[in-house]
């Protein structure tokens, strides 16, 4: 199994984060929607549950990620920031995976 096929599986199974058009081709939605309840039920309870722990510890810290996460929750509901830092983090996974890199804090939020 290549590594983007994995890339596509997280975010087929994870998120809900693309389409398949006519043709069998992956279509990347620019809009992203809620979570959805298709694929590893597991995986998906343990980003939101990591995602929790994170959102409820992000106003004591100053990164660009805590700000950004906190942001959210002062905005809308804090498990509706837990759910797109997830999203983000899965989406993060999938991009370091690819392009095998290691984490860094600078291209978190773009």
Not at 16 to 35: A, E, M, N, S, Y
């Amino acid at each position: 199994m290549k590594l983007s096929r994995v890339g596509i599986d997280l975010a087929k199974n994870v998120y809900q984060l693309h389409g398949v058009d006519r043709f069998g081709k992956t279509v990347w939605k620019h809009r992203l929607l809620g979570i959805s309840k298709r694929g590893d039920v597991y995986l998906r309870m343990l980003m939101i549950h990591g995602a929790r722990a994170v959102v409820a510890r992000a106003k004591h810290k100053d990164d660009r990620l805590s700000r950004w996460v906190t942001n959210i929750a002062n905005k809308k509901h804090p498990n509706v920031a837990a759910v797109a830092l997830a999203n983000k983090t899965a989406r993060m996974a999938w991009a370091m995976l690819r392009h095998e890199t290691d984490y860094d804090p600078d291209f978190a939020i773009r």
